[in-house]
T-cell receptor
Framework: DQQVKQNSPSLSVQEGRISILNCDYT??????FLWYKKYPAEGPTFLIS?????DKNEDGRFTVFLNKSAKHLSLHIVPSQPGDSAVYFC???????????FGKGTLLTVNP | DVKVTQSSRYLVKRTGEKVFLECVQDMDHENMFWYRQDPGLGLRLIYF???????EKGDIPEGYSVSREKKERFSLILESASTNQTSMYLC????????????FGEGSRLTVL
């Protein structure tokens, strides 16, 4: 039972354009969401998070949007840069659950 | 900066060997986690610990055990390695509670022959 779904295994965009990565979740107990970026042979690094009391959070070029009614969140990267090319993981947790549940990831390729 | 250090970046072991993966964090975090990452499967939680000597099973604990004798150290043990345990293993830590970001180590790439 996959509780966090990233339905696009890969995404390719041109440098300077917007990258939009999507994530859906099924567990209504989830109330805290994070995005991580991972380069090959390295550990994931935290990008941005959002709690369910907000519907948007920005940090520089990165913005996360949360639509609780649709159980959907998205990560927008504007403008995209070649160094953003990596695998992006969506993750969620909630309540007293210490676990952080990850999606399968989306490979973003930003072409110069 | 938070530092999560995994003892070995690359290991090659034989089927049936006992394997220890060590992880140390330097930020006095209560929570520590072991994940494995496989292509097309994302990050899957093996075990986690929310305090010294406390441990809980994650989603895929079979074939693994863990040890947390000291707050800063969380070890993953493969009692008898098998080829399907060939994977990237990622240790992470987080401060107290169920919220907040996880800080990951660099990962340990284990190959079981």
């Amino acid at each position: 039972d996959q509780q966090v779904k990233q339905n696009s295994p890969s995404l390719s965009v041109q440098e300077g354009r917007i990258s939009i990565l999507n994530c859906d979740y099924t567990n209504s107990m989830f109330d805290y969401f994070l995005w991580y970026k991972k380069y090959p042979a390295e550990g994931p690094t935290f990008l941005i998070s959002i709690s369910s009391i907000k519907d948007k959070n920005e940090d520089g070029r990165f913005t996360v949007f949360l639509n609780k009614s649709a159980k959907h969140l998205s990560l927008h990267i504007v403008p995209s840069q070649p160094g953003d090319s990596a695998v992006y993981f969506c993750a969620a947790s909630g309540g007293s659950n210490y676990k952080l549940t990850f999606g399968k990831g989306t490979l973003l390729t930003v072409n110069p | 900066d938070v530092k999560v250090t995994q003892s070995s970046r690359y290991l090659v072991k034989r089927t049936g060997e006992k394997v220890f993966l060590e992880c140390v964090q330097d930020m006095d975090h209560e929570n520590m986690f072991w994940y494995r990452q496989d292509p097309g499967l994302g990050l899957r939680l093996i075990y986690f610990s929310y305090d010294v000597k406390m441990k809980e099973k994650g989603d895929i604990p079979e074939g693994y055990s863990v040890s947390r004798e000291k707050k800063e150290r969380f070890s993953l043990i493969l009692e008898s390695a098998s080829t399907n345990q060939t994977s990237m293993y990622l240790c992470a830590s987080r401060a107290w509670g169920a919220y907040g970001e996880l800080f990951f180590g660099e990962g340990s790439r284990l190959t079981v022959l």
